[in-house]
């Protein structure tokens, strides 16, 4: 079963593969800045993303099949199965990204920084993609009838993750399908963490549930009006 201390040192693996992809990335913006003139090379900028996305998400993917393997094996489960990576992003995903993030260099006032800051957010989203994705599809292939939770991790999470975190190890692709669960924002560090028959989620649901069912009781059965109560109650985004 997933500790709280094993979904810690995951995101932290995790985390140090997107710091070496937005390492890289920045150096490579610095270059191309310095050597910049004229026309801003958008193709070369969607190459370099969809890249750096392939190789970085590679590695989280890989990262993410040995826990998924490693848990498993602690489970109390029969029957053999063993992970497989998920396929990094899609380069038409990571080229979309990297459009959209060049706009601020297209302004009266070209902001290559605020450019940056976008492209950075993006690649950290699309890099962890195939690391959630491989637990979410292992998940589902899995025999011995695994679910997924979003466990909330890191400092602050917002009220959308935590309102997803409170229904517990439920996901798994039927549970998903249509919905938001399997979404993740920019900046977003919670991990979806695999979970078989029998076992706890390593984290508090009950207390997530509680927050949701106040707000709820509060604002009535909108979601935006619970998710905006959330945020007003607890003080968060
Ligand atoms: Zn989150």
Redesign the pocket.
């Known amino acids: 079963m997933a500790t709280p201390a094993d979904v810690a040192a995951f995101r932290a693996t995790q985390a140090d593969v997107v710091t070496l992809a937005l390492a890289e990335l920045a150096d490579w913006w610095q270059q191309l800045l310095a050597l910049l003139t004229g026309d801003v090379p958008v193709a070369q900028i969607e190459t370099v993303t969809a890249d750096l996305v392939a190789v970085y998400g590679d590695a989280a993917a890989l990262a993410a099949v040995d826990w998924y393997d490693e848990l498993r094996d602690q489970a109390d489960v029969r029957g053999t199965f063993r992970a497989r990576m998920a396929e990094p992003a899609p380069r038409e995903q990571a080229a979309a990204v990297a459009r959209w993030a060049v706009g601020p260099l297209f302004g009266a006032q070209p902001d290559p920084a605020k450019s940056l800051e976008h492209l950075s957010g993006g690649v950290q989203r699309l890099v962890l993609q195939p690391g959630r994705q491989t637990i979410a599809t292992n998940v589902d292939q899995d025999p011995a009838d695994a679910r997924w939770a979003?466990v909330?991790s890191g400092p602050t999470?917002?009220a959308?993750?935590r309102l997803l975190a409170s229904r517990g190890a439920v996901y798994h692709s039927e549970e998903s399908a249509g919905g938001l669960a399997t979404s993740?924002?920019s900046l977003?560090?919670?991990v979806p963490t695999p979970v078989w028959p029998g076992e706890q989620e390593p984290y508090d649901v009950d207390a997530l549930v509680d927050e949701y069912s106040n707000a709820r009781a509060e604002a009535g059965g909108n979601p935006k009006a619970i998710l905006a109560q959330m945020r007003k109650d607890l003080g968060i985004n």
């Open positions: 979003r909330p999470t917002c959308f993750c993740f924002h977003c560090d919670c």
